[in-house]
């Protein structure tokens, strides 16, 4: 496995013979577990023997707002680079911001407020400008045909498919399932800030989406009370819920009132702090009939 840091060095390694074909992508902040593997193993798997899997291993500043943590984000490249070798990784794209940033980045990309300022966007400001700008600089700098994206960070997964569907940009986005521990909670490179007990507690928020999809699967249809209940339910359990929220998979709008067919496949998000920690999780839901 080539580990590389540069753009230059990257674009020769990968794309030095005329018949070179576009490589698979899987970009990351490190720091990972085996959700990230998995990634790995279907960019392998969707491209076949021969074709170059790339991951990138970059913590982004520009997603991550003044008061969140940046400067104590999990930094773990030597163990990164072992697993992601035993995964079918080729290449690892490591820069230093210097390589990705050499100027103020004054040139932004700005998703549309309608997919990217509600939920995640709402918590956190300019959090999508920043992640489809380095997604942007990353897809410039890997050429890849095909890249992955996991779901649970489902509305990153469908902001970034509109990006690359408005910019016309020539690369293939598959969506990878969430990965969970045997408890059901979702595999996260922040499950390491957790304490022990609050590691036993975290499921609850899983647990919270599964009772919200059973009663929308079992007829009920106020979804702002389900979403209400939800939230009041972490609430109780010592939580700091930013959002429980329904939604239709498509483009994150509100489900009809009385739900139905036309909306098509459902999702309930949610956000939620756990002492210092922030967890996200998200579950799909089927149409309604």
């Known amino acids: 496995m080539l580990v590389?840091?540069?753009?230059?060095?990257?674009?020769?390694?990968?794309?030095?013979?005329?018949?070179?074909?576009?490589?698979?992508?899987?970009?990351?902040?490190?720091?990972?577990?085996?959700?990230?593997?998995?990634?790995?193993?279907?960019?392998?798997?969707?491209?076949?023997p021969g074709v170059p899997v790339v991951a990138s291993i970059f913590v982004n500043r520009l997603q991550f707002g003044p008061q969140e943590d940046f400067d104590r984000y999990p930094r773990t490249f030597e163990r990164d680079c072992e697993l992601l070798q035993g995964a079918g990784c080729d290449v690892v794209f490591a820069p230093d911001e210097a390589e990705l940033y050499p100027e103020p980045?004054?040139?932004?990309?700005?998703?549309?407020?309608?997919?990217?300022?509600?939920?995640?966007?709402?918590?956190?400001?300019?959090?999508?400008?920043?992640?489809?700008?380095?997604?942007?600089?990353?897809?410039?700098?890997?050429?890849?045909?095909?890249?992955?994206?996991?779901?649970?960070?489902?509305?990153?997964l469908l902001v970034v498919r509109h990006m690359v569907?408005?910019?016309?940009?020539?690369?293939?986005?598959?969506?990878?399932e969430t990965a969970r521990a045997e408890d059901g909670l979702a595999l996260s490179s922040r499950n390491g800030y957790l304490s022990a007990e609050e590691r036993a507690e975290a499921p609850a928020l899983v647990q919270a989406l599964r009772a919200l999809a059973a009663a929308v699967q079992a007829g009920r249809r106020d979804f702002a009370a389900l979403e209400a209940e939800a939230q009041?339910?972490?609430?109780?359990?010592?939580?700091?819920?930013?959002?429980v929220a329904l939604r239709r998979q498509a483009d994150l709008g509100l489900p009809q009132a009385a739900g139905g067919a036309s909306d098509g496949p459902l999702v309930v998000l949610a956000a939620a702090r756990l002492g210092?920690?922030?967890?996200?999780?998200?579950?799909?839901?089927p149409a309604l009939s």
């Open 4 to 48: 590389v840091r540069t753009i230059p060095a990257l674009r020769q390694a990968l794309h030095s013979g005329a018949a070179a074909a576009a490589p698979a992508f899987v970009p990351t902040m490190g720091n990972l577990h085996e959700g990230h593997l998995a990634l790995v193993r279907q960019a392998r798997a969707a491209v076949g």
């Open 165 to 176: 569907r408005q910019l016309a940009l020539p690369v293939q986005v598959l969506a990878g």
């Open 276 to 285: 210092r920690t922030r967890l996200i999780d998200n579950l799909e839901l």
């Open 105 to 156: 980045q004054t040139v932004k990309v700005q998703p549309p407020a309608a997919l990217a300022d509600v939920l995640e966007g709402a918590f956190r400001p300019g959090f999508f400008v920043g992640v489809c700008t380095v997604v942007l600089k990353l897809f410039n700098a890997v050429q890849p045909g095909v890249a992955v994206f996991g779901k649970k960070d489902m509305q990153q």
């Open 232 to 243: 009041q339910a972490l609430l109780s359990r010592g939580w700091a819920p930013d959002y």
